[in-house]
T-cell receptor, first 111, second 112 residues
């Protein structure tokens, strides 16, 4: 089955800096790659996703890149703000089952 | 729309007890799934359903049962609770495979 690895497990940045979180996946059949943000005591919420026929997608300060050949995808957050502090999860979906998640990255943005 | 709702929010059980975690969605989604979240391990898939009457096992199904008699509801049953099942449980739904999953607020379960 699919295996998703995520790095780093914790990330601390200064407000206004950029943050990058990286994930790799194992199943070449995976074709959908979402990123979820989880705030304390809440369920994960989708922030951006990308499909296998697209190399990059951007939504305001958030962008995701996908390299299908290398089987890795990354989340980029620019101009970080304190409210970006949360746990971020990457995931992969082969289209046959529910999502396989990475282990999460705890992002802390220092004011 | 209430989205995905889960009850209870918190639960404490003794080893060997059984219980059902409730999940309901009002978005007419075909796909529903249950995950458990443990520290440092992300979310792991327990069971999922692609429609009423159809369920399948995920990555960590042992000790859990599910059924899907309606599109709206997808309960998760713990048959005989064990301390290893202490976790936070999330239910999710989506229109189909390969699309956005909507998560409920979670149930925090402690098994003593």
């Amino acid at each position: 089955g699919e295996n998703v690895e995520q790095h780093p497990s914790t990330l601390s940045v200064q407000e206004g800096d950029s943050a990058v979180i990286k994930c790799t996946y194992s199943d070449s059949a995976s074709n959908y790659f979402p990123w979820y943000k989880q705030e304390l005591g809440k369920g994960p919420q989708l922030i951006i996703d990308i499909r296998s026929n697209v190399g990059e997608k951007k939504d305001q300060r958030i962008a995701v890149t996908l390299n299908k050949t290398a089987k890795h995808f990354s989340l980029h957050i620019t101009e970080t703000q304190p409210e970006d502090s949360a746990v971020y999860f990457c995931a992969a979906d082969t289209g046959r089952r529910a999502l396989t998640f990475g282990s999460g990255t705890r992002l802390q943005v220092q004011p | 729309n209430a989205g995905v709702t889960q009850t209870p929010k918190f639960q404490v059980l003794k080893t060997g007890q059984s219980m059902t975690l409730q999940c309901a969605q009002d978005m007419n989604h075909e796909y529903m799934s249950w995950y458990r979240q443990d520290p440092g391990m992300g979310l792991r898939l327990i069971h999922y359903s692609v429609g009423a009457g159809i369920t399948d096992q995920g990555e960590v199904p042992n000790g859990y049962n599910v059924s899907r008699s309606t599109t709206e509801d997808f309960p998760l049953r713990l048959l005989s609770a064990a301390p290893s099942q202490t976790s936070v449980y999330f239910c999710a739904s989506s229109y189909g495979s390969g699309g956005e999953q909507f998560f409920g607020p979670g149930t925090r379960l402690t098994v003593l």
